[in-house]
């Protein structure tokens, strides 16, 4: 039941309850009433169950004043709409009146949203996207727990804290996901009960209510720890993902300080299995005969996807070794490294550094073009890039190496974080790493940045900026062979 009504007395001041914390409609019909009643946003204090009013003067008892004459049905734009129903989710007691003095000045100023430097347009914003996140950390950390039930059957049940109202946003994503399950969500704030059928709701909850563990943990960790990549962590990246405060209702989450000390040994584990595939083979003593056994290389998956290898290019003996990360589409049609697009502002850049391209030997550290194909609007298909793995650059890594000891470059130039792993064996931060020397084992110096295909999907300032950091480093590299020369 609503504390307020249309078509009675004028109150000085009005004290809006809401039924629901999280109903949009129900104060969407609350703003349309007041919106027509002339009423401004300074008179109104907005409530929720469980809260308080926001002023202390405002009377609930009193009601809003029928609406003038000729008042015009309130506008609001699409993009004002679309927000709100994610921020008032939001935990903020203040969003209630936020978004009606948005509605408010949405009436006297209808393109008010395009305005980025508003602050209520910015607020409200903040709101959404945080809501957002919050129904995503949901839906990805929520865990169930199987309870036997007396008849025979299993109930799955999760606990868990969000931190915004956003169970029953979440609940048709739970309903297609286990459709065929029984289960409930448990939350402080209430509790969702699906029994295959029927969707009902439940009062809050407590932690102990949910069961602390099953069975089937000890093989869901299983899993979790053969699925984990040591190559590709990144602990800082990892923790933005996947905060501490959930950890405590996910099983995996004990396996990950583990995990994360035992990277660097299951990293060096996976180069190492890598050139086991070539345990007893002697390394081809020409880069002719590199080309014709990569072309039959199906050591890896790419090597097994039908396209052809693409074999560097470039001096036998030239002081300068440029990696890039793999062939691309262009690439792998011409048989050549470095002729897409990527390669032309490659090449432009090398000239403007002063290096000729031409006493360069161009590669990649992956021979084969890893793609997938996508079916395009009005038909065809385009076979779009995708990074390889590190295991897939840990075995390909066996013929850059090749190619390196018969040119026997004074300087290597790796693009990209790929073409820096194939350098190193491990996995590192391009922009960390980049603009100065590294010594690799034979005594080769190893100089990283990004790769041009990065360059290219960046746009205006961003573009401008990384571009210029490239130059940079292009320039350095040019000074670093002018001093072997």
């Known amino acids: 039941m609503t504390a307020l009504l249309c078509g009675m007395h004028a109150p000085d001041a009005l004290g809006v309850t809401l039924t629901a914390s999280d109903d949009f409609a129900e104060w969407r019909d609350h703003a349309r009433c007041l919106i027509q009643a002339d009423v401004p946003p300074d008179r109104i204090a907005w409530s929720e ?3 308080t009013s926001g ?54 100023k209808p393109k008010l949203m395009e305005d980025a430097a508003d602050r209520d347009v910015r607020r409200i914003d903040e709101l959404a996207r945080t809501v957002r996140r919050d129904i995503h950390k949901m839906r990805a950390f929520v865990r169930f727990r199987v309870v036997d039930e007396p008849d025979g059957g299993e109930h799955y049940v999760a606990w868990f804290e969000p931190e915004h109202h956003i169970l029953r946003a979440n609940a048709r994503f739970f309903v297609n996901r286990f459709t065929n399950m029984a289960w409930s969500i448990l939350t402080p704030a209430g509790s969702l009960h699906w029994n295959g059928q029927i969707l ?54 004990a396996l990950i300080p583990q995990l994360i000390a035992g990277a660097q040994a299951r990293e060096a584990t996976m180069v190492d299995a890598g ?69 032309r502002l490659l090449r432009a850049h090398l000239e403007d550094a002063g290096i000729d391209d031409k006493t360069a030997y161009v590669t990649n550290v992956v021979k084969h073009f890893k793609f997938v194909s996508k079916v395009m609007r009005g038909g065809g298909k385009r076979r779009l890039h995708q990074s390889p793995t590190a295991k897939e650059i840990d075995i390909c890594r066996w013929w850059v190496d090749a190619e390196r000891a018969i040119v026997k470059p004074r300087l290597v130039l790796a693009l990209g974080a790929s073409a820096a792993r194939g350098m190193l064996g491990k996995t590192v931060s391009v922009q960390k790493e980049r603009s100065r020397p590294h010594k690799l084992e034979d005594g080769t110096e190893l100089w990283i940045t990004t790769h041009p295909s990065y360059l290219l999907r960046l746009q205006d300032d961003a573009r401008a900026s990384e571009e210029q950091r490239f130059a940079e480093d292009l320039r350095a590299v040019a000074a670093r062979l002018a001093e072997f020369a």
């Open 49 to 51: 169950p469980g809260g």
């Open 200 to 253: 009902s709701e439940g009062p809050p909850a407590q932690r102990g209510d949910a069961p602390a563990s099953d069975a089937a943990e000890d093989l869901w960790r299983t899993y979790y720890a053969s699925i984990f990549n040591p190559a590709r962590l990144k602990v800082g990246a990892m923790l933005k993902e996947m905060p501490r405060k959930y950890w405590k209702n996910m099983p995996e989450a």
């Open 275 to 343: 050139s086991d595939l070539f345990l007893g083979e002697e390394r081809p003593t020409s880069l002719a005969a590199i080309g014709e056994a990569i072309r039959v290389c199906r050591r890896c998956e790419i090597g097994c996807n039908g396209t052809d290898a693409v074999m560097g290019e470039g001096p036998r003996e030239a002081a300068l070794m440029i990696v890039g990360e793999q062939p691309g589409d262009v690439e792998e049609q011409q048989g050549r490294p470095f002729v897409g697009p990527a390669g």
């Open 55 to 108: 002023s202390l003067f405002a009377r609930s008892d009193r009601q809003v004043p029928g609406p003038l004459a000729d008042a015009p049905q309130p506008r609001a734009a699409r993009a004002f709409v679309q927000l709100a129903q994610s921020a008032i989710l939001h935990s903020d007691p203040e969003r209630f009146a936020l978004l009606y003095r948005l509605l408010w000045r949405l009436q006297r």
